[in-house]
């Protein structure tokens, strides 16, 4: 598993991203690189993101954790942002599932 401020580097067309404890303010984002051969400028990133909790707790209510790009994908990586337009923190650690389409236009 990684952070979500560290850039990440997988080779296929299709995996998940694990990431640690996700903390992320109410309101707030943040930005990484995901670097993968597969992807390029004209690649489709679709992305899921599910949030694991520990056994006792539960996401505060109000709490939401988004991924999306944070702009179009270029050669051999992208920006994934994660945003959290809630209104409580999120605490809980998240993996977020990646599938590359290759597009030819």
């Known amino acids: ?6 850039a990440v580097g997988l080779q ?8 640690h404890t996700t903390a992320l303010a109410a309101g707030a984002e943040t930005e990484f ?7 390029s400028s004209t ?8 949030v694991q909790q520990a056994a006792a707790s539960t996401e ?3 709490a939401t954790l988004v991924a999306g790009l944070g702009g179009p994908p270029g050669s051999g990586s992208c920006q994934i942002r994660l945003t959290n337009p809630g209104s409580a923190a999120t605490s809980g ?5 990646f599938f590359i389409i290759k597009t030819t236009t």
């Not at 598993?1 to 560290?6: I, V």
């Not at 690189?33 to 992807?39: A, D, P, R």
């Not at 690649?43 to 599910?50: A, D, E, G």
Request: charged share 5%.
């Open 33 to 39: 690189t995901f670097n993968n051969s597969q992807i």
């Open 12 to 19: 296929s067309v299709a995996g998940v991203i694990t990431l």
């Open 60 to 62: 505060s209510d109000g």
């Open 43 to 50: 690649s489709v990133v679709m992305l899921m993101l599910t």
């Open 93 to 97: 650690a998240a993996k977020i599932h």
């Open 1 to 6: 598993s990684t952070s979500s401020a560290t």
